[in-house]
């Protein structure tokens, strides 16, 4: 869309397409202000000369900054090259030094805890032998005790009843043998 308004656009009214003339009698400034639309630019002379004054500072300012760096430049190039220096060497010597201090003193951490470690794992493995060794004894005694306690419950029990022999069965006569009588 244009930044002008068209009079194909709704809700325009036609007051508003339509600039009134400013005449003498016209009333005041105020007036003819509130009348004009809200969309008013700077005419070209204005810009133009506003644009000519930016480019000025701009410009003065790139000639200021020039100048200064030709009239101070030196200064500050000397200013800028001890502090972008590298130290003494005796300040790199004891930094060295102490570089070499604190990796032995790493390194000997390193050992003790890796010693430490071996330590440790060969103490739990002994221990792990040592129950392993506690569990077998537990359990050949555990053996013992319980074929001891299957001995002495088999003495100590009572004897099964004997069976009682069924009586022997009496003689019954037979009729070919009946005594005789006389």
């Known amino acids: ?3 002008m308004p068209s009079h194909t656009q709704p809700g325009l009214s036609a007051a508003l397409l339509v600039r009134p003339s400013v005449d003498a009698d016209a009333g005041s400034p105020v007036e003819v ?3 004009q639309l809200p969309t008013s630019r700077l005419s070209l ?3 133009a000369s506003l644009a000519f004054a930016y480019y000025m500072i701009v410009f003065s300012i790139g000639i200021a900054a020039t100048l200064a760096w030709q009239i101070y430049g030196d200064a500050a190039r000397q200013l800028i090259a001890p502090a972008a220096s590298a130290p003494d060497q005796p300040q790199l010597n ?3 030094l102490d570089l070499d201090a604190v990796r032995r003193s790493i390194d000997g951490l390193a050992i003790s805890i890796g010693t430490a470690i071996a330590t440790s794992q060969e103490q739990t493995t002994r221990n792990i032998d040592q129950l392993t060794a506690g569990l077998e004894q537990m359990t050949h ?3 013992k005790l319980q074929a ?6 088999y003495k100590n029990a009572d004897p099964p009843p004997r069976p009682v ?3 022997a069965p009496k003689p019954v006569p037979r009729p070919s043998q009946a005594p005789i009588v006389r």
């Not at 001891?148 to 419950?153: M, N, S």
């Open 1 to 3: 869309m244009s930044a």
């Open 33 to 35: 202000k509130n009348d």
């Open 45 to 47: 002379g204005n810009r």
């Open 94 to 96: 004891a930094i060295s």
């Open 141 to 143: 005694e555990l053996a």
């Open 148 to 153: 001891v306690e299957r001995y002495v419950l």
């Open 165 to 167: 022999p069924a009586p």
